[in-house]
């Protein structure tokens, strides 16, 4: 088959097309043959960082997390699936799992679902990693109808999926972005705040009467933590993505928040409840096929031939929703 390899690791490494052999099917496992897996922040730091980061696999490497294809072979003990079916998912491209930059891989059939049947398969695999990581954050957060929730970073991959999901839930939604996002927000039934030029104790003013929002999903974090923080109502909760940061947790604890730090490779890299995956990507396709989830992909192609292209893109911040590869 034909897969997308890199040869080395560093920000100026290149992808190339190499031929490969075909992984064979195993039991648990399904063969599923490749129509379009998107690019996530993770997938660059694995290519510009390499084995400073403990995920990464060895060289040369196939990257690609998500995925959306169609089943070709089934491996013993699965029932769920049958060959010809449209599956997407969250299943390799890091440790010692291949991955979706490829014509065919082999997934745990745990982590895949049926793939929305109203969505393309470019749609599709733009939704697994951001998908299960807005549904995990929102469901730990305890999301429930009438809330009031704030989503830092709505127009980005995870948190235009957090926006819609949280919509979905019943909340009431708010959402920071820049002014150049702020139709974007809007679009997806939030309450759009430009973070430019709105600071935090004038919208939490203005939209809780000081009270602060319910649930806080922190899609930008870092040092974006301490804003999420301010914004909270007491007792609240704050969901965040990216916490690999040293704060002064001060502000969090006179206010008795409840922190959920997201880290939705877990199950990938420790085969800790793959069948969680599975499910969520399941409970995904029928929030989508119900009109209420909609993926935001960025209107330019790329093939097996331009990854390069597809890598920097998001890595420049130019992207316009999520980056899809057509394999």
């Known amino acids: ?3 997308v390899t890199l ?3 560093g920000e100026n490494a290149e992808f190339q097309v190499s031929e490969m052999a075909q992984p064979e099917t195993k039991a ?3 063969l599923i043959r490749i ?3 998107s690019v996530n922040t993770v997938d660059t730091m694995i290519k510009n960082m ?5 995920l990464s696999p060895d060289l040369p490497a196939v990257l690609g997390m998500d995925f959306a294809g169609t089943v070709e072979a089934i491996g013993e003990g699965v029932t769920d699936f049958s060959i010809g079916d449209e599956v997407f998912g969250c299943a390799g491209g ?3 799992l291949q991955g979706a930059l490829a014509e065919y891989m082999v997934a745990d059939a745990k982590l895949i679902a049926k793939k929305p049947k109203n969505l393309t398969m470019r749609e599709a695999a733009a939704l697994p990693l951001v998908g299960i990581t807005a549904y995990e954050g929102l469901q730990r957060a ?3 109808s009438g809330q009031k929730v704030l989503v830092h970073g709505g127009a980005g991959g995870v948190g235009h999926v957090a926006v819609q999901l949280a919509k979905h839930f019943g909340a009431q939604v708010y959402s920071t972005g820049s002014t150049k996002q702020q139709e974007i927000l809007t679009g997806y039934g939030a309450t759009a705040i430009d973070y430019t030029t709105e600071a935090v104790s004038d919208y939490v003013a203005q939209h809780t009467d000081g009270a602060g929002f319910d649930v806080v999903f922190d899609s930008v974090g870092g040092a974006n933590m301490t804003n999420s923080f301010e914004a909270a109502a007491l007792n609240g909760h704050v969901a965040s993505t990216v916490s690999l940061v040293e704060l002064d947790l001060s502000t969090a604890h006179f206010k008795g928040l409840s922190l959920h730090v997201v880290f939705m490779l877990i199950p990938m890299l420790y085969d800790h409840k793959r069948e969680e995956h599975g499910a969520i990507l399941a409970k995904l396709a029928e929030i989508a096929e119900a009109g209420a989830l909609t993926p935001l992909v960025d209107e330019r192609k790329f093939t097996m031939d331009n990854v390069d292209e597809a890598y920097t893109l998001l890595s420049t911040g130019q992207a316009i929703g999520k980056v899809v590869i057509e394999i």
């Open 35 to 37: 129509a379009a897996s």
């Open 94 to 96: 890091l440790a010692d």
């Open 50 to 54: 390499g084995k400073d980061l403990p």
């Open 1 to 3: 088959m034909k897969a």
């Open 28 to 30: 648990g496992h399904v």
């Open 142 to 144: 305890q999301v429930t």
């Open 7 to 9: 040869n080395a690791y």
